[in-house]
């Protein structure tokens, strides 16, 4: 059982941000399988022309993507690094038209490394005043911080908390350097902060009236966190 266990950590353990690194004894069928993709998209995502493998080899492992309304061919191939062909080709799609809800394969999308010096950068203005309307350097309130933050980066992010969540790119599980965002009136957004690792965030705090590092998995941050928005040096846009 030892054995099994540690087999299927170290297979697990190959993959590494939309790729595989094929080992001794691997089979395209059992890469499907443990990877839970079509084989044929697989061979298709690796243009393939046969089923012959060797160690060492890296695949492309695809990602399955549900549309949502507003989604275009044209925008999910910019969106995930790559052409309207490759995802009609992946696909099998004839024509241009995609539907809300319809299941389509795409590239995994590149994880980019938080922006350098965000924690850093953010870390520097720990205790300083918390005031509504303030983007810094001497006070801010919470999207003004984030804003103010990635400015010193070069990065130029929109300024209220709503249209930072519009914008970005949402992830699943935040890593260092995101943003985390959360609703206090429960129906829109209306706070953001940086997320440091380790399950805590820092933001500019209005009932501590500072800037704070806390716990994300605090009862009362879980009860009013909406999710997580990723920053690369590609996504630069216009302040507001």
């Not at 995502?45 to 080899?57: K, M, S, V, W």
């Not at 275009?72 to 309207?84: D, E, Q």
Request: contains cysteine; hydrophobic residues 40%.
């Amino acid at each position: 059982m030892k054995r099994l266990a540690l087999g299927v950590f170290l297979f697990l353990g190959l993959v590494r941000a939309g790729t595989y690194v094929v080992q001794p004894g691997d089979t395209l069928w059992r890469i499907s399988q443990a990877q839970r993709v079509d084989l044929t998209t697989l061979i298709l995502a690796n243009h393939l022309h046969g089923t012959e493998l060797h160690p060492g080899q890296k695949l492309l492992i695809p990602e399955r993507y549900v549309v949502a309304k507003g989604d275009t061919l044209w925008s999910l191939a910019r969106r995930f690094g790559t052409s309207v062909a490759e995802l009609k080709r992946l696909n099998g799609l004839s024509g241009d038209s995609l539907r809300a809800g319809q299941t389509l394969w795409v590239p995994a999308p590149a994880r980019p490394e938080p922006a350098p010096g965000v924690v850093t950068v953010a870390r520097a203005y720990l205790g300083r005043p918390y005031r509504y309307g303030a983007a810094g350097p001497d006070a801010f309130d919470c999207s003004g911080f984030v804003q103010y933050v990635f400015g010193k980066l070069g990065i130029k992010l929109p300024r209220t908390a709503a249209t930072q969540w519009s914008q970005l790119e949402p992830v699943s599980s935040p890593q260092a350097g995101d943003l985390v965002f959360f609703s206090f009136s429960g129906g829109r957004v209306d706070h953001v902060g940086i997320y440091l690792g380790d399950g805590r965030f820092i933001h500019a705090n209005s009932y501590e009236r500072r800037v704070v590092v806390e716990n994300l998995e605090a009862p009362w941050y879980r009860k009013v966190y909406l999710g997580a928005r990723r920053v690369d040096g590609s996504q630069i846009t216009a302040a507001r």
